[in-house]
C-alpha cells in the first residue's frame, strides 16, 4: 500500500511541475533557514555543559557602586579566595587565576631558538585550576603540576607549536623564556578541550611564578584593587543554595576590606553557563552570545517555514476541485478517509523530504555565505552530529503533518456521490475555502510587510549614528598604542615622537590616552565643594596632552587649553558634567577645584581650567557622561596622528603610514607595528547593528520570495480556472489591461488589508528597538508609504508574470478549453 502511495505521489508529482516546484522552493527556504538557525542556537546553548557538576561551579564577580553609576567587573580581588576557603564551608573546589596579556615567547637559545611576539592565550593558575576543570593528561596529573613556581603545563597544540616533536609528550622537561626574565619548565601536557568553551587557554603558568610581580605591579593583594584578568572560580557541594553564598560575600566584603572599602563593592556569584550570555561581564576576550539575538533567530526560522506551509496549504486547497473525481473514484472503491488522509500526507512528505534534501545540499554554501555571522567554532557534519539528523528528521515529520493535515483533512471529506456529480464545488464560498486561502495570503504578506518596514527603519537608526556629529573630528586620524615601559616611561616614546615630527605627510600629533570615543576610557570618582556642600560624582577619564583637543577639532566654551605637564595639575571637563555640579554657565565654574574622590590625599585639589562641548565617548546606545580631560605621562601611551584630509591619492597616505612604520621599527624593533584609523574604530561601535541590518535585508528578501512565490502559484490556478471567462470577455471587447485588472484587483486588496495589519505591528516593534538607542533616528511616515508601495510594486510584478500571459492569450484557444 505504501509503495502506492509513493507511486502517485510521483505522478502528482509529474502533472504539476510547476505547482510542486512552487511548494518545494517554498518549503527548502524554511528548513535551510531553520536548519542553519538551528546550528547556531545549538552551538551556542552548548557553551560549558560539558564541565562535570557545571550546575554547581561559579564565577566570583564585583560590582563597585561609583556615585551616579555602577561598574560590573568580572574580576574579584586577589585576597578574596582565601577569605572565602576560610570562612564559607561547602565548598567542593575553588580555583584562582590571572588572565595574561600577550607575552613575548622564547624557545631554545642561539641559532636554533625560536620567537613568537604576543602570545595569547597565557593563564597563571594555580594548583587548584586542574582540580575545578578536569582535563585529559597524556603526561602528568592535576595533584602537584601547579604547585610551585616557574612550572608550567602546555595543551598538545602549544606543545606541537614550540616543539616539533614527534610526540607532545617529549615536550616535558623543555625550558620556556617568558619575556626575557622568566624562565618556565615544561611539568604537564594536556588534552585540547573539543567542547565548545569559552576556557580556550593553551598555557598554564604556576601562580606562584607571577605571586610577587602581581602584587607590585596590579595590587592583586589589596582588596581596592578589582581587575578582570584576575579570576576565581568556586564549585559548591550540592546542597549549598546560591542566595545564601551572595549573602555572606557581603559579610567577608565588609570583614576584610573595612575601612579601605572608600569604593562601595559587592560580590556575587555568576554560574558558569552565564559567563557565555553576560554583557555586563566579558568572557576571557571572546566573542559572546546574546539570547535575545538567538530568540529572535528561531523566531526568524519559525516565520520562515510558516511562510513555507501557507504556500503549500494554500496552493493544495485551491487546487482541490482537480482531485475531486479521483477522491470521489477511491471512495467508490473502498478507500476509507484515514487512507485517503495517509495518502495526502505521503504526497506531503515527498515534498517535503525532496526539500530537506535540497536544504542539507544547500546549508554548507549558506554557512560559506554567510560566514562572518556564524560562530568560528561552529562545524556542520552530519556524520558525526546525530543531533542534527535528528532535527532534520523531527523537521520533515512536522514540516509534513503542519503543511499537509488540513490539506489532507479537507480534501478526504468530500462525499463520492456529490463529487461524482460534478457539484462537489458549487459556487459557495465554504465549499472554496476561500476565506482560509485569503487569510493564509494575507498573513504571507503581513510578515513580508513587516519586515520591510524594520530593514527601513533600521537602515536608517545606522545611517543616523554613522553620520551623527560626535562632537570630533572623525577622518583621516591615525591612532596606534606604544609598548609601556614601567622603568622608563616615555623614553622611547619622546624619540618615536621626534622621529615622527620629521615626516612631512603629518599634520598634527599628540601622545595622549584612549582617543575620544573607545572601550579604553577609564572611570574615576572626584569630590567638588560647593558652598561648603560636597559634591561626590564619576566620570570618564582621558590623558590627554596639550594638542589633543586641538587634533580631534574639539570645541572649547570656556577657559583654556591643558598645559603640557608630568603630572596631573589641572582638568577641563564637558558639559555634561558642568550641569551635573550644578551650573549653567560655562564661565562660572572655571578655576574651582576639583580633588580625586578616592581618599588618597593627594594634591587637595586642582583646578578646572576650561569647559569642553559635549561629545560621544561611546556609541549612539548611551548617553553622554560626565568627562574629565587631564594631563598625565603616564597614562600617555597612545600617539594620534592627524594625516592631511585634501589628500585624494590614498597611495600618499600608504607612504606616510609607511615612513611610521620604520620609524617605529627603528624604536621599537622587537614589536609589530599595529595602527588603525579612527573613523574605522568608531564604524566598529555599530558592527552588530550592520550585521543585523544584513541579516533583515536577506530575511525581507526570502520573506517577499516566498510570498511572490505563493502569491504567483494562486494567480496561476485562477487563470487556469478563468481561462474561459477571460476568453469570452476578450471576444466582447475587453483590453489586455481590463483583463489585467479583473485578475489582480482581488490579489491586490489582499497586499493592502496586509499593510493595514502590518504597520502598527511594526511600528510597535521598531519602537521598542529604537529604545536601546540614547540618541536615535525618527519613525517617519514616508517609511510606511516607502514600504506599502513597494510590497504593492513587487506584488503587481510578480502577477503580471501571470496575467499578461493570460489577458493577452488567442481567445479561440480559451474558448477550446474543457
Not at 613556581?149 to 616535558?172: D, G, H, I
Not at 585540547?192 to 603558568?205: A, R, V, Y
Not at 515529520?397 to 463529487?419: C, D, E, Q, R
Amino acid at each position: 500500500m505504501f509503495r502506492n502511495y509513493l507511486v502517485v505521489a510521483f505522478r502528482n508529482f509529474w502533472r504539476k511541475k510547476i505547482f510542486s516546484l512552487i511548494n518545494i522552493s517554498g518549503l527548502a527556504i524554511g528548513i535551510s533557514a531553520a536548519l542553519v538557525i538551528y546550528l547556531i542556537v545549538d552551538y551556542e546553548f552548548s557553551f560549558e555543559k560539558f564541565w562535570k557538576g557545571g550546575n554547581r561551579i561559579y564565577r566570583v564577580v564585583t560590582n563597585m557602586h561609583f556615585p551616579d553609576q555602577a561598574f560590573k567587573n568580572s574580576g574579584a580581588p586577589g585576597p578574596l579566595a582565601a577569605a572565602m576557603r576560610n570562612d564559607i564551608s561547602g565548598i567542593e573546589e575553588s580555583a584562582s587565576f590571572w588572565v595574561s596579556s600577550p607575552l613575548k615567547v622564547t624557545i631554545g637559545a642561539g641559532p636554533g631558538e625560536s620567537v613568537f611576539r604576543k602570545q595569547k592565550e597565557i593563564v597563571y593558575a594555580d594548583d587548584h585550576y586542574f582540580k575545578l576543570f578536569p582535563y585529559q593528561w597524556v603526561v602528568g596529573s592535576a595533584s602537584t603540576m601547579l604547585s610551585d613556581p616557574n612550572k608550567v603545563v602546555l595543551t598538545e597544540s602549544r606543545a606541537r607549536t614550540y616543539f616539533p616533536f614527534a610526540e607532545p609528550s617529549q615536550a616535558v622537561g623543555q625550558t620556556i623564556v617568558y619575556d626575557d626574565t622568566v624562565k618556565a619548565l615544561v611539568v604537564g601536557i594536556v588534552k585540547d578541550l573539543k567542547q565548545t568553551t569559552d576556557f580556550s587557554f593553551k598555557e598554564f603558568i604556576s601562580l606562584a611564578t607571577y605571586a610577587d610581580a602581581l602584587k607590585k605591579k596590579h595590587g592583586w593583594d589589596d582588596w581596592g584593587s578589582v581587575s578582570s584578568a584576575s579570576q576565581f572560580f568556586v564549585k559548591f557541594q550540592k546542597t549549598i543554595k546560591e542566595p545564601e553564598i551572595n549573602k555572606t560575600l557581603t559579610e567577608i566584603r565588609k570583614k576584610y576590606a573595612g575601612k579601605n572599602d572608600f569604593l562601595p563593592t559587592d560580590h556575587y556569584l555568576q554560574s558558569l553557563t552565564d559567563i557565555h550570555f553576560n554583557s555586563d561581564f566579558d568572557a576571557f576576550d571572546h566573542r559572546q552570545g546574546h539570547k535575545p539575538t538567538l530568540f529572535g533567530l528561531l523566531a526568524i526560522a519559525a516565520f520562515l517555514l510558516l511562510l513555507g506551509c501557507i504556500n503549500f496549504i494554500n496552493l493544495t486547497t485551491a487546487q482541490a476541485g482537480q482531485r475531486a473525481k479521483e477522491i470521489g473514484i477511491r471512495k467508490t472503491m473502498g478507500s476509507s478517509k484515514p487512507h485517503l488522509i495517509v495518502q495526502f500526507l505521503s504526497e506531503t512528505f515527498l515534498m517535503t523530504f525532496i526539500a530537506g534534501l535540497l536544504s542539507v545540499v544547500l546549508t554548507p554554501w549558506i554557512l560559506s555565505v554567510f560566514s562572518t555571522y556564524i560562530p568560528n567554532g561552529l562545524k556542520f557534519d552530519l556524520l558525526n552530529q546525530p543531533n542534527v539528523v535528528g532535527f532534520i528528521v523531527s523537521l520533515i515529520f512536522a514540516m509534513t503533518l503542519l503543511s499537509g493535515f488540513y490539506p489532507a483533512l479537507i480534501l478526504s471529506g468530500y462525499k463520492p456521490v456529490i463529487v461524482l456529480k460534478n457539484v462537489a464545488f458549487t459556487n459557495t464560498s465554504r465549499s472554496r475555502r476561500v476565506w482560509i486561502r485569503k487569510t493564509l495570503t494575507v498573513s504571507q504578506f503581513v510578515i513580508a510587510q513587516f519586515f520591510i518596514i524594520a530593514t527601513l527603519i533600521v537602515g536608517k537608526q545606522i545611517r543616523y549614528s554613522l553620520n551623527k556629529d560626535m562632537g570630533f573630528k572623525k577622518d583621516a586620524i591615525v591612532n596606534f598604542r606604544t609598548p609601556y615601559d614601567s622603568k622608563n616611561p616615555g623614553s622611547k616614546q619622546a624619540v618615536l615622537l621626534q622621529r615622527l615630527k620629521a615626516i612631512p605627510g603629518i599634520q598634527e600629533i599628540s601622545l595622549s590616552g584612549a582617543p575620544p570615543a573607545s572601550n579604553g576610557i577609564s572611570i574615576s570618582t572626584f569630590d567638588f565643594d560647593k558652598g561648603g556642600k560636597q559634591i561626590h560624582t564619576s566620570a570618564e577619564v582621558i590623558m590627554a596632552d596639550s594638542a589633543y583637543i586641538h587634533l580631534y577639532k574639539m570645541k572649547l566654551l570656556a577657559g583654556r587649553n591643558l598645559q603640557q605637564s608630568d603630572t596631573a595639575k589641572e582638568y577641563l571637563i564637558n558639559e555634561t558634567y558642568l550641569k551635573l555640579l550644578g551650573y549653567n554657565n560655562p564661565d562660572d565654574i572655571i578655576g574651582k577645584s576639583f580633588s580625586r574622590g578616592d581618599g588618597d590625599g593627594r594634591g587637595g585639589g586642582r583646578p578646572i581650567v576650561g569647559v569642553l562641548a559635549d561629545f560621544h565617548t561611546k556609541s549612539t546606545h548611551a548617553p553622554i557622561q560626565p568627562l574629565v580631560l587631564k594631563c598625565d605621562v603616564q597614562g600617555h601611551t597612545t600617539f594620534h596622528l592627524a594625516l592631511d584630509p585634501k589628500v585624494s591619492n590614498t597611495d600618499k597616505w600608504s607612504k606616510t603610514m609607511a615612513a611610521v612604520g620604520s620609524a617605529w621599527k627603528q624604536v621599537y624593533p622587537e614589536d609589530d607595528f599595529d595602527y588603525s584609523f579612527f573613523d574605522a574604530s568608531i564604524a566598529k561601535f555599530y558592527k552588530k547593528d550592520q550585521q543585523t541590518a544584513t541579516l533583515l535585508n536577506w530575511i525581507t528578501g526570502l520573506t517577499i520570495f516566498i510570498s511572490c512565490l505563493g502569491l504567483l502559484g494562486l494567480v496561476i490556478y485562477t487563470t487556469t480556472q478563468r481561462t474561459k471567462e477571460i476568453g469570452v470577455r476578450k471576444v466582447l471587447g475587453a483590453s489586455v489591461m481590463q483583463i489585467m485588472s479583473l485578475l489582480s484587483k482581488d490579489f491586490i486588496k489582499l497586499v493592502f488589508i496586509a499593510f493595514v495589519i502590518a504597520a502598527p505591528l511594526a511600528w510597535w516593534a521598531m519602537n521598542k528597538w529604537l529604545e536601546d538607542f540614547a540618541y536615535r533616528t525618527t519613525i517617519s511616515w514616508w517609511i510606511f508609504g516607502l514600504s506599502g508601495l513597494a510590497m504593492v510594486v513587487i506584488a503587481l510584478f510578480t502577477l503580471s508574470v501571470q496575467t499578461i500571459r493570460s489577458a493577452t492569450a488567442n481567445p479561440v484557444d480559451s474558448l477550446r478549453t474543457e
